[in-house]
């Protein structure tokens, strides 16, 4: 076979790449960790205003009854008045998992517990990078109490119907039309459609029997495919979700549904990300049951 420089150099450079890049997902990493501890140590000397400034300045944060605060002066006030009801209160955190579905974003699953054990949550946090300094900060944080038993199929039964979704307040016009079927038995088959009846895409929810997680498997119309998980704190469900466009570029969302009653919930999407670029968190909708015209929201 004749020698081909040109081909060596190219190999030789794509392999140079390829350990370059593996070197920076290194570093991004060890810097994501390190912030990890810092934050631990920033929350035992009970420092609000340190805590907040581990979030971005547009950055989310869920508690442990949902409610969501946005932005670095709402964040450092929920801690502030966390620690003047509880001066003594400390944690410790682990790291469960930590994966780079892009460049720029990271996502953080671990779980953390107070000093003394009496307390144990579960979080998911978002990371993004600055394109100019290379900073990580947290983008979204939501914490979930830590489960006393594996969620299954029938915590979601409630949502098997016909809904129609609206936005709040100014923008209640109607957004979406959603059927909620069971088919085959022990999966619910989701029908996303527009207000005219034409379908968008659907969803499939299940077990997934490799890790026992409410799982979803999701078609657009366009080509575009998804999955995710869900984790369940009383009457909210947090869905994690990562997709491809038809194009193959790669995306990701977090989603909260949060059961009003048997006849409504809300539905919210925040840390979306598209090819490595953040994008608007949307707006909270209403859904509501065909039929039921929104009785006992709220009960």
Known sequence: ??????KVLILAL?????????????????????QANQYVQAFNRGDSQALASFWDENGTFSDLSGKRYKGRNEIA???????????????????????????NVAIEEGHARSSDNSRGTRYLAVHTKSKTDGHWSMY?????????RQSGIDDLRWLLGQWTARGQGANADIAMKLKVEEKPANFLCLTYMNKDGQIQATETIGVNPKNKLISSWSFHKSG????????NEDNSW???????????LKGGAVYILKKLNGNAFTFNSSSRYLAGSRLPNGNELLLEKDGSNGEEIGK
């Open 140 to 148: 979204d944080v939501v914490e979930s109490a830590a489960p006393d």
């Open 77 to 103: 006030a929920y801690f502030q008045n966390l620690f003047k009801m509880n001066s003594a209160v400390k944690v410790n955190l682990t790291i469960d998992s930590l994966r780079f579905p892009s460049e």
């Open 14 to 34: 794509s392999a140079q790449l390829s350990i370059l890049a593996a070197t920076a997902a290194e570093s991004d990493e060890a810097l994501i960790r390190t």
């Open 238 to 248: 947090t869905k994690v979700a990562e997709s491809y466009e038809a194009d193959g």
């Open 224 to 231: 575009g495919v998804g999955t995710g998980y869900f984790v």
């Open 1 to 6: 076979m004749p020698f081909r420089p040109g």
